[in-house]
């Protein structure tokens, strides 16, 4: 029998971009997620069908609490097991790397940004060029030792200063270009950092990133949903001819950093649900190789137990609610 491959690829975000601060910056050690249960999120996720999963951070622990256990988890994981199986790691720096290579993980993972704001707020006060230095050495070093290497580059659709203002098309095209030509990563997802995006915007950057690289190929897009859009960014995407996309299961994660953005409020983005993205495509006729229902009660279940004994609240993704039967978006209160 032969198994046709996917249309699209979905990376999974939910071990690293959906807990790294789960339950807040300063998350207490008691509510930091078990080793165990990292574990059979991610090893849920495979059994459902995803082949491209990040799994953890390598930045300092101080920072970012729920990620202290990537070092044991990448140890724990291997890829090998699964044909085409890609597991990434964040990785920020040098020291991040010597940590990234003590693990079975096999694709490296930087994140430049396109937002001078960003760049300072979050690398300790270094310009959008400083920051892609780092990565590009860190896409090196990968490279070198026979890794994939994947990018994410942060606030490549809007400012990370004022959230409602645009993000500069001709840094985003640079970096772009400087990523995956220059620097040899193997693709690049764009990133809507703080959520405020919308389809026609998308279409704006995705069509001035395609004309430079004479195509969107090797372009994806990551995109978290603090407005209820990411969908519709994710379907303009797709119509633009983006075959990549990052998710997390339940909708669950986020940016800090875009938390605090003026103009974006107090809470955490969210990501598109994974869930919702794999039922848009399937329901398209597009492959994902993904089984949603096996997701959702597999991955999903236990994502649910993680962020109630952690986050002290339910994934957001209603269609994940409903599934899973703890309730609905939408509920008759009334007969009649």
Not at 21 to 31: Q, S, T
Not at 77 to 106: C, Q, W, Y
Not at 255 to 265: F, P
Request: proline share 4%; net charge negative.
């Amino acid at each position: 029998m032969t198994v046709l491959s996917p249309d699209v690829k979905i990376c999974e975000m939910s071990p690293r971009d959906g807990l790294q601060y789960l339950g807040g910056a300063d998350v207490a050690a008691a509510r930091i997620v078990p080793l165990e249960q990292r574990v059979r999120l991610v090893e849920s996720l495979i059994d459902a069908g995803v082949r491209h999963v990040e799994v953890a951070s390598f930045v300092s622990p101080s920072g970012t609490p729920q990620m202290a256990l990537s070092d044991a988890l990448g140890r724990r994981l291997d890829p090998a097991v699964t044909p085409g199986l890609e597991l990434s790691g964040l990785v920020p720096n040098d020291k991040g790397f010597e940590r990234f290579l003590a693990t079975r993980l096999n694709v490296v993972a930087v994140f430049p940004t396109a937002s001078e704001a960003h760049a300072r707020r979050n690398f300790y006060g270094r310009a959008v060029d400083d920051v892609l230095a780092m990565a590009a050495h860190v896409a090196q070093r990968g490279r070198d030792h026979g890794y994939r290497v994947r990018a994410h580059l942060s606030a490549a659709f809007q400012d990370m200063a004022v959230a409602t203002e645009p993000s500069d098309v001709e840094t985003v095209v640079r970096l772009s270009r400087a990523l995956l030509l220059d620097h040899g990563c193997d693709y690049l997802t764009l990133a809507d950092t703080n959520g405020t995006t919308n389809p026609a915007r998308v279409g704006e950057v995705l069509d001035a990133v395609g004309e430079s690289l004479g195509g969107l190929e090797r372009v994806g897009v990551h995109l978290h949903d603090r407005y209820g859009a990411g969908i519709a960014n994710a379907y303009a995407a797709w119509e633009k001819g983006v075959r990549i996309f990052d998710a997390s299961v339940g909708g669950v994660g986020g940016s800090v950093a875009a938390s605090l953005t003026e103009g974006s409020g107090g809470h955490m983005v969210g990501n598109i649900a994974t869930e919702a993205l794999v039922a848009l495509f399937e329901g398209m006729g597009v492959r994902t190789g993904i089984d949603v229902d096996a997701l959702m009660t597999g991955a999903g279940s236990i994502l649910r137990d993680i962020c109630r004994s952690a986050g002290d609240f339910d994934p957001p993704s209603g269609m994940l609610r409903e599934r899973l039967g703890y309730g609905v978006m939408w509920q008759r209160t009334a007969e009649g």
